[in-house]
C-alpha cells in the first residue's frame, strides 16, 4: 500500500495524462475540493440534525418529526430554508464588522479540517504529513471567533458565552493534544493515512482504542468540549445565559453558528473513527475475507468493492459516535464552569501527561506491539 497517493495525485495525474499542462491540471483540481467538502459536509450535517431530534424524542418517549418527508426526513431541510430565509438583524450598538466576521471564523476551520479526513487509502482529498498537527491548529481557532461574536454582539450574555469559550478552550486543548500526541508516536507519523494504516494488522484487534484506552477517553471528553455538546455547553447554557455567544444572532449569521456546531460534531466522530477504530478498515481484515473467498485483492472489482467498504465502515463507526454524542446531550445534565476547568487542568491534563510517558515507555519496552 502506498499511503502517499491521494485524490488529487490521482486527479491531477488522470487530467495530465489527456495532454492538459500540469499547472491547467492543478488549477481544475483546486475548486473540487471545496466542492466535495462542502457536499460531504452539508450532508453529514442534515443527517445529524434528523438524527438529533428522532434520538431526542426516543429518549423521552415521543414519536419526534414524523410527518415532514418520510420519517421526518425533510426537517432540517426545512430547517436550512427557515433560516436562509429569516432577516438578518445587526443590533445597533453592536460592532458591524465583528459582528459579521465572528460567525465566518468560527466556521471556516472546521470545514477546512475535512480535507485531512481519510475514507479510504486513496480516498483523501489531499494527505498532509502532518494532517493532525493541521487539525489542532486549526481548531484552536474556533475560540477566537466565538469570542469575537460574543464581544461584539454588545450583550453580557453573549460576551460572558464567548469568555467562557475561550476559558473553555484553553482547558481542554492541551489534554486534546497529548491524546493525539500518543496515537502520534505509536504510528510514528502524524499523518491521518498512516495512523490509520499502523491500524491494519490484526482486524479489530489492533485498533488503537485497545493500546490507548486512557487517551481514547481524554480525547472523546474533550471532543465533546470543543463541540460545545452537554455536558460541556456553557458558552450557550440556555437557563443561564440565553444563548450565549449568538444570543443577538439571526438569519444566515446564526445558521452558520448552527451548522459549524454539527459540522464539528461530524469532524470529531470521523477522528475519533481514524485514530482509535481503525478508520477504514472492517473488524475482519479485508485480505482475510479475500483469502476466504478465494479472490485476489488486486482485482479492479475487488478494489472498488473494498473502497466502498472503506467509505461504509467510517461513516457507520462515526455515526455510532454521534449517536453516543447525542445520547449523552438527552441523557447527562450540564457541568458548572468551574467544573469543566477542574476537570480539565486537575484531571485530564495530568491523566494526558501520564498517558503519554506511558506510551513512551512501553514503545521503549515493546516496539513491536506499538509501531516501533
Known amino acids: 500500500m502506498n499511503p502517499g497517493i491521494d485524490l488529487q495525485g490521482t486527479f491531477i495525474q488522470s487530467v495530465k495524462d489527456l495532454g492538459v499542462p500540469p499547472g491547467t491540471a492543478k488549477v481544475l483540481w483546486m475548486p473540487l475540493p471545496m466542492v466535495l467538502m462542502l457536499i460531504g459536509a452539508t450532508v453529514g450535517v442534515l443527517v445529524a440534525t434528523w438524527?438529533?431530534?428522532?434520538?431526542?424524542?426516543?429518549?423521552?418517549?415521543?414519536?419526534?418529526?414524523?410527518?415532514?418527508?418520510?420519517?421526518?426526513?425533510?426537517?432540517?431541510?426545512?430547517?436550512?430554508?427557515?433560516?436562509?430565509?429569516?432577516?438578518?438583524i445587526v443590533p445597533a450598538k453592536a460592532d458591524p464588522w465583528l459582528f459579521t466576521i465572528g460567525p465566518i471564523i468560527v466556521v471556516l476551520p472546521v470545514f477546512l479540517s475535512y480535507l485531512i479526513v481519510p475514507f479510504g487509502q486513496n480516498i483523501i482529498i489531499t494527505n498532509v504529513s502532518m494532517g493532525v498537527f493541521l487539525w489542532i491548529a486549526l481548531s484552536s481557532i474556533q475560540p477566537i471567533g466565538l469570542l469575537m461574536a460574543g464581544y461584539a454582539s454588545n450583550n453580557k450574555y453573549a460576551l460572558l458565552g464567548g469568555l467562557r469559550a475561550a476559558a473553555q478552550s484553553i482547558s481542554y486543548?492541551?489534554?486534546?493534544?497529548?491524546?493525539?500526541?500518543?496515537?502520534?508516536?505509536?504510528?510514528?507519523?502524524?499523518?491521518?493515512?498512516?495512523?490509520?494504516?499502523?491500524?491494519?494488522?490484526f482486524g479489530i484487534f489492533g485498533w488503537n482504542i485497545w493500546r490507548q484506552p486512557l487517551g481514547f477517553m481524554i480525547f472523546w471528553i474533550a471532543a465533546l468540549a470543543e463541540c460545545e455538546r452537554l455536558p460541556f455547553d456553557l458558552p450557550e447554557a440556555e437557563e443561564e445565559l440565553v444563548a450565549g455567544y449568538q444570543t443577538e444572532y439571526s438569519?444566515?449569521?446564526?445558521?452558520?453558528?448552527?451548522?459549524?456546531?454539527?459540522?464539528?460534531?461530524?469532524?470529531?466522530?470521523?477522528?475519533?473513527?481514524?485514530?482509535y477504530l481503525g478508520g477504514w478498515h472492517s473488524p475482519i481484515p479485508i485480505h482475510i475475507i479475500t483469502d476466504w473467498f478465494g479472490v485476489s485483492e488486486s482485482d479492479p472489482v475487488i478494489q472498488v468493492v473494498t473502497a466502498g467498504i472503506g467509505i461504509t465502515m467510517t461513516v457507520i463507526k462515526a455515526y455510532l459516535l454521534v449517536f453516543l454524542a447525542i445520547l449523552i446531550r438527552w441523557t447527562v445534565p450540564?457541568?458548572?464552569?468551574?467544573?469543566?476547568?477542574?476537570?480539565?487542568?486537575?484531571?485530564?491534563?495530568?491523566?494526558?501527561?501520564?498517558?503519554?510517558?506511558l506510551t513512551a515507555a512501553f514503545k521503549l519496552a515493546f516496539p513491536f506491539a506499538f509501531g516501533g
Open 173 to 201: 486543548e492541551i489534554p486534546l493534544a497529548l491524546s493525539v500526541l500518543a496515537i502520534a508516536m505509536m504510528s510514528n507519523s502524524l499523518s491521518t493515512v498512516d495512523i490509520v494504516n499502523q491500524q491494519s494488522n
Open 334 to 357: 450540564r457541568v458548572r464552569i468551574d467544573q469543566l476547568l477542574d476537570l480539565g487542568w486537575k484531571f485530564l491534563l495530568p491523566i494526558g501527561l501520564v498517558n503519554l510517558l
Open 51 to 88: 438524527l438529533e431530534r428522532k434520538i431526542s424524542a426516543a429518549v423521552q418517549q415521543r414519536i419526534g418529526p414524523e410527518y415532514q418527508g418520510p420519517f421526518g426526513l425533510l426537517v432540517p431541510v426545512a430547517d436550512g430554508l427557515k433560516l436562509v430565509f429569516k432577516e438578518d
Open 251 to 275: 438569519g444566515m449569521k446564526f445558521a452558520l453558528f448552527y451548522l459549524s456546531s454539527y459540522v464539528n460534531l461530524v469532524l470529531s466522530a470521523l477522528l475519533v473513527a481514524i485514530l
